[in-house]
């Protein structure tokens, strides 16, 4: 089968791979449909991800058909058309029964990093009756990919984490497809002011169209003076990081309000300072997580009634033969106008 090969930092290529083979009775192997890339793609291709060793077939999201199902498999059956969760949970360990499927003690985030991922043909999913999820006959396949890692990281690691109110005053810094995904899925609380911060004008154009009621380009170093002057001073009730580098997160602390919340969403490399002797006094939560994929069955009604509308995130299409073109076309977004990309394994 095809497949894209991480072959170390800066290295990857599209290689004939054998097909993978159910290797516990809880596996399925499943016949992908349509994949996509993700900025944690791009981390792991820095070489920022060691757990990812050189050799691994990338990508954790997509929807496909199931081909295959080891005896212990009762949820699925050849045939059966699933959504492909980024995060493997075996639903029984102390995490998992804590509905913190991200520490799963045999899974986690384990798809495209230490085991082979979705950009193939063919990927093997461990611990699948709970690691799937059924799409309905008529759902629209496409919107569903989003689904498999972006929405509910969005959703769970900034609008709940951020404990995002009616009436609220919410800032999301960072307007790639993390920061758009949260965006739309803070509207569902009703806040009555979402302020999105990016250097990109064109994202904060985006922003603007999916309900950003107001936009900062903060190339020109003054975010927090025109947070403030949104806010009456206050600054924001939620303050979600969807960036990952040091920068970000520092402008979060210089504007969240009294009594607000910092949810960091980005992947940090980089150490970051924690201004206590600013803080201390302002009764301010800060939280971290990574996305335990446990508001998929959720999002998944939301898509369906069209409360959101995740198709919208989707800029530009490719066959899985040209994924080394969806990979330039993805990283090179400032460029391109990129958001996410779908690519077609069948
Ligand atoms: N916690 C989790 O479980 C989880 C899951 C998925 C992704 N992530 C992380 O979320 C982050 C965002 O992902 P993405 O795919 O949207 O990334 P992305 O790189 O596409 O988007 C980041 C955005 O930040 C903007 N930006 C960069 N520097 C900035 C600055 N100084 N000020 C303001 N904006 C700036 C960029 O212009 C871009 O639009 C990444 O760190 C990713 O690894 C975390
Ligand atoms: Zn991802
Ligand atoms: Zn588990």
């Known amino acids: 089968m095809k497949a894209l090969v991480y072959l170390g930092p800066s290295q990857k290529a599209l290689q004939d791979r054998p097909k993978p083979e159910i290797t516990a009775p809880s596996d399925a192997i499943v016949k992908m449909t349509k994949t996509t890339i993700c900025g944690t793609d791009l981390h792991i291709l820095k070489g920022d991800v060691p757990t990812c060793q050189p050799g691994r077939v990338l990508g954790h999201e997509g929807v496909g058909i199931v081909e295959s199902c080891g005896a212990a498999v009762t ?7 699933v959504l492909i969760s980024c995060i493997s949970a075996c639903g029984k360990c102390g995490p998992c029964r804590q509905q913190m499927y991200s520490h799963c003690t045999t899974g986690g985030w384990i798809l495209g990093n230490s085991i082979d991922g979705t950009q193939a043909e063919f990927v093997r999913i461990p ?25 509910p990281t969005g959703f769970e690691c900034g609008v709940l984490n951020g404990k995002v109110q009616p009436g609220s005053t919410v800032a999301i810094v960072g307007a790639g497809p993390i920061g758009l995904a949260t965006l ?12 999105v911060i990016d ?10 169209r999916f309900g950003a009621t107001a936009t900062i380009n903060s190339t020109n170093g003054k975010a927090l003076e025109a947070v403030m002057k949104l806010t009456g001073n206050r600054g924001v009730d939620t303050a979600i990081e969807a960036v990952g580098i040091p920068a970000t997160f520092e402008m979060c602390q210089t504007i969240i309000a009294p009594g607000g919340t910092i949810a960091n969403i980005g992947v940090h490399g980089k150490k970051v300072e924690l201004h206590l002797e600013l803080l201390w006094d302002h009764n301010i939560s800060i939280t971290t997580r990574l996305v335990d994929t446990a508001t998929i069955p959720l999002l998944f009604k939301t898509v369906r009634s069209h409360k959101i509308d995740p198709k919208r995130l989707i800029t530009h299409r490719f066959k899985l033969d040209k994924i080394l073109e969806a990979y330039d076309t993805f990283g090179n977004a400032a460029k391109t106008n990129a958001l996410k990309v779908i690519v077609e394994a069948s």
């Open 75 to 81: 949820a699925f059956k050849p045939g059966d058309r």
């Open 127 to 151: 611990h699948a009756d709970t690691s799937l999820y059924p799409i309905p006959e008529g759902a629209d396949e496409e919107a569903l990919v989003m689904l498999s890692d972006i929405l």
């Open 184 to 195: 739309l899925t803070a509207q569902f609380y009703s806040p009555a002011e979402i302020i």
């Open 199 to 208: 250097l990109d004008d064109n994202r904060l154009e985006v922003a603007k």
